[in-house]
């Protein structure tokens, strides 16, 4: 009688370990990566363009300044752009910037022109629940807007449903941006 009553007691707890197990394995479906990065500078400069890694040391005075124009908090003094060439000319530059959005990450491939100007967003992995996620048109509205504009609801409308990861894209097109025009592109004139 002992064992049946332990039997019935363990019962339960393996059925709501079970459920719990099952919902962790699903939050893991909803992860999506849609690149390698192979396929993302494909995406960035095209088939065939060489593409070289090239790492920016921000100095202390820098951090301030693309802080101040981003309005975003840099986590390292250092990043790496990727330069995309074909026949020998630069065709732009990338980055790829991984985030937070709610609890999971995303991360994004940000490409400019050789002048710094957004020319493309694409999304690479998205880990939160899709629905959280804007549509790629949403991205394709941000190509050409200066640093300025990329603020929501000032320059660039919000996703329902999708607040925080718009927040967040927007936040890393900024960010991206002024590394490139104060601290790449300030250290290559020196």
Known sequence: MRNNWRRAMWSPLRVIGCTVLLIAMTNDV?????YSKDEAFEKAFGA???VEALPVFLTEEQVAAIEFKAKVKLDSQLFTFYE?????????????ESHTVRTQAETLL??????????????????????YQPPERWHAKLQGKKI???????????????????????????KVMAIFALGFRSGEEK
């Open 110 to 131: 940000l490409v400019l022109s050789p002048q710094g100007q957004l020319t493309k967003t694409v999304v690479l992995a998205f880990h939160e629940p899709p629905e």
């Open 148 to 174: 300025e504009e990329l603020v929501l609801n000032y320059g660039v409308d919000g996703v329902s449903g999708a607040t925080l990861s718009v927040r967040a894209a927007l936040d890393s097109a900024r």
């Open 48 to 50: 065939g363009a060489s």
């Open 84 to 96: 995309g060439r074909r026949k020998g000319q630069v065709v732009g530059y990338a980055a790829i």
């Open 30 to 34: 909803a992860a999506t990566i849609y």
